[in-house]
Each structure stands twice: as C-alpha cells, then as structure tokens.
C-alpha cells in the first residue's frame, strides 16, 4: 500500500476483500469547506423531487443533495456545533452521518479510492485508519474497532425538507471544484436485478440485488423492510430486537441512480422512529393516503411528526437506520430477517 502510512498490521477484516474502485486516495474530493445557500437559491437548480440528505442538530437544519454527494461521496462539516462527517455511497446507496470526534481527537475524513463489499472505504487525515462507510467502524490502522456514533438523518426530498424546516440551508456548488452537479455519473445503475459494481461476493437471492430497504439492527438482531412493501402499505411496524419501530413511507423523491439527469422514478423516501410516545404505545393504519395512530388519530409523517390530531407537532424518537440496497446490507449483515406486510 505505497503512499500510506495506515498501519496494515492492524485490521479487523481480511485485506483480500479490500478492492480499488479506480480513483486514487481523494480522486473523488471530498468537501472540507461546505458552503450553504437558501432554500430559494437552489430552487434555482434543483427541481422538488430530488432527494436531499436532511440534518438538524439544535435547530441547525442543512440539506446535502445528492446532486453533489453524488461527485464527493464526504461532506466534513460542523452542525448544530457538532462535527459530523455526511457520506453517500452511491454503489450502495447508503447515506449516513456520524460525528466526527473519537474521544478526545476530532477527525476529518477523505475517501481511500478503495471498495469492500462494494462499499465505500473512507480515511481520516489523523491517523491514516480505514473506515467501512455502512457501519462507521475503523477496519485498517490505528483505530481499528472504533465505531463512529451514528447521527440520524434522512435522505428527503427538497420540497420536504422545505415543508419541514423552511428557514434551513442547502449545501452550495460553491465546492471548490468543477463537476457536473445535477447529472448522475451511474445512469441505470438502480435497476433492481442488475449485477452490483466491483463486487464479488454472492448476492443474497431473497430480494433482488439493489431493491432499497429501510435496514435496522439492535445489537445481534437486524431486519430489513423492502421499498416495494413499503410503497404499498405505506408504514411497516414491527420490533427489532428490544425496539419497537414505526417505519414509514412517502411518494415524492426521485431516484438520483436512474436517470442521466437525477430525475429518476419516484422511489420515495422513508423513516424510522420508535413506535411509543410518552411511553405509551401507538398502533398505527392506513387511511387511504395516510398513516393515523389508532390511540389518538393523529395524521403521522414520514419525518417523524404528527401533522393532525390531538399529538399534532409531537416528534417520534429516530432509530439509526439506514436506506442501502439489499445486496450490500445483506453482506455486511447476512442473517437480516426480512419484512413482509401482513
């Protein structure tokens, strides 16, 4: 490994399933001064539908479009006063935060040009560690066996992220660099049966290879809740382990991996939250197009929030979750149980 002074006699997995994906160390830049515009400023150039990566921490509400994650795959920013590293693997379709201090060191972190599983393998500028982006767990160098801590968010549309937090900001093209932001680099690449990327390991054949599912684990336990159940019942509620969960399901966001234009099908978008409030269990249902609690009515959103009904403006607790496709889950966690409607 020329060029790295990571300790390679410290690891967690074997290097042989460590591949190049093709790009050097930070061939794929990351972004380590993010600029931020308006809601209005980029509705100039990104319609409604495409999907955003939405984050509030003490009321500092930021959107990450994938139209740019898409290019840097690592946002290192400070939100709410908190350092956080914003990441998309778009060969997994994995959008996940997580905070960017291990103990006392704070971490900044670049993409090593190298794949597992098909998944993204970052490097922090401290210590020179391997880190595998679908669980934020050091694989290679120093830190090995450190976990960065998970900070929920939600891959959203804009128009949602909008509803929700008007006065938020939207990261800027201001990056620096000169890319194409609002085309996709993987046109195609979504379709549910095709054969994923630089990967080499055997497929899971319960689902289909990149069929999107909400993925929850709690400790030993993990479960996945397929899109294409989701899309018709609109929640899925269920217990993971020793959580109950409350997953649901929004139509309105458009597939970044579809279409050269990043207005793909509508994929929708999703969230999971605890089932109780107030320590009080809530059964949820279908009303035609919504999802009511059965205990009060309340009209529930796929944000967590209750928009009607006697809990209207209450939030559910978020449960860490993440939005892969099947394959790449299912290889970093083979013995995920998968949900099905009733």
Known sequence: MAGWKTDFGRNSVDLSEIRSGGPPRDGIPPVDDPKFETIEEAESWLPPFVPVIALEI??????????ILIWHEIVNDTVGGRPVVVTFCPLCNTALVYDRRVGER??????????????????????????????????????????????????????TFKETWPDGRVLSRDTGFSRMYGSN????????????????????????????????QDGETAAAFPFSELRQT??????????????????????????????????????????????RQLTFQRDGGLVLDAETGSEWEVTGVASAGSLAGRQLEPVPFAEPFWFAWAAFVPETTIWTAP
């Open 185 to 216: 680099p993987y046109p195609g690449y979504d379709d549910a049966s095709s054969i994923p990327f630089l990967y080499e390991g055997v497929v899971d054949g319960r689902l289909a290879p990149k069929e999107r599912v909400v993925a929850i």
């Open 58 to 67: 003490e009321g500092d509400a930021r959107a990450y479009p994938i139209a």
């Open 234 to 279: 609109l929640f899925a509620q269920s217990t993971v382990g020793s959580i109950p969960v409350v997953v649901f399901w929004d139509a309105g966001t458009a597939s970044p991996l579809n279409r050269e234009s990043l207005e793909g099908y509508d994929i929708g978008s999703v969230g999971a939250f605890r089932s109780t409030i107030d320590g």
């Open 106 to 159: 704070l971490l900044d972190f670049g993409t090593t040009g190298n794949l597992r599983h098909s998944d993204l393998i970052m490097w922090d500028r401290q210590t020179e560690s391997w880190w595998q982006q679908i669980t934020g767990e050091a694989i290679v160098g120093e830190l090995t066996g450190t976990r960065l801590d998970y900070i929920f968010a939600q891959m959203l549309p804009l128009r």
